[in-house]
């Protein structure tokens, strides 16, 4: 009989000033589940946030997710461009352990493939404690596509999220299992199956 599926912890942060006033609907956060609930074998325990543009307001939300809920995998959209009010790559910054360039590099690089304008995107991703935070674009079809990145490409490229489980195995999260065929989670032969998370 296979082991059980580890639960696992996700922060989903949309950061919004009009969305958050009810202006329009947030789009953020129903992209994000669709598609870690399509990508993701795991049971979920969601904890979501509708947050306006306020530094000090995300860095907050990102703090309590990561330390006092313990989610592992936090990921935020919206406020990552050059606009005045886009300081979510400021706020993830100011709380982060250590900074993980590698992300933001190939989101950037998926991003270019549609549209000239995504060197214009900040995001970052950081660890804090035992969480990977993640800046993710703000539109659903962009969130898609540097998620799982474009597989049908020659040379295909590779989405975000194929990276995600085993950085979280490195940081003592729980064991992230995906769908491969949305999304296959790239570990070393090496790497052994750590201890089931209590």
Request: proline share 11%.
């Amino acid at each position: 009989m296979s082991e059980p599926l580890d639960t696992v912890r996700i922060g989903l942060v949309s950061i919004s000033d009009r969305a958050s006033r009810g202006v329009y609907a947030d789009q953020g956060i129903p992209a994000l589940k669709d598609w870690l609930s399509r990508a993701l074998r795991n049971p979920v325990e969601w904890h979501v946030r509708l947050i306006p543009d306020e530094q000090a307001d995300i860095s907050a939300a990102l703090c309590e997710l990561a330390d006092s809920l313990r989610c592992s995998l936090v990921l935020t959209t919206g406020g990552t461009g050059p606009a005045p009010r886009d300081v979510t790559p400021e706020a993830t910054l100011a709380v982060a352990h250590k900074v993980m360039p590698g992300f933001g590099e190939q989101m950037r690089q998926i991003s270019l493939a549609f549209v000239p304008t995504a060197i214009l995107s900040r995001q970052v991703a950081v660890i804090r404690g035992q969480a990977l935070i993640i800046n993710l674009p703000g539109q659903p079809k962009a969130i898609a596509q540097t998620l799982q990145g474009l597989p049908q490409a020659s040379p295909p490229v590779h989405g975000i999220f194929a990276a995600v489980p085993y950085c979280i195995d490195l940081i003592g999260g729980p064991y992230f299992e995906t769908d491969e065929t949305l999304c296959k989670a790239f570990r070393p032969p090496s790497a052994p199956r750590p201890p089931r998370a209590t």
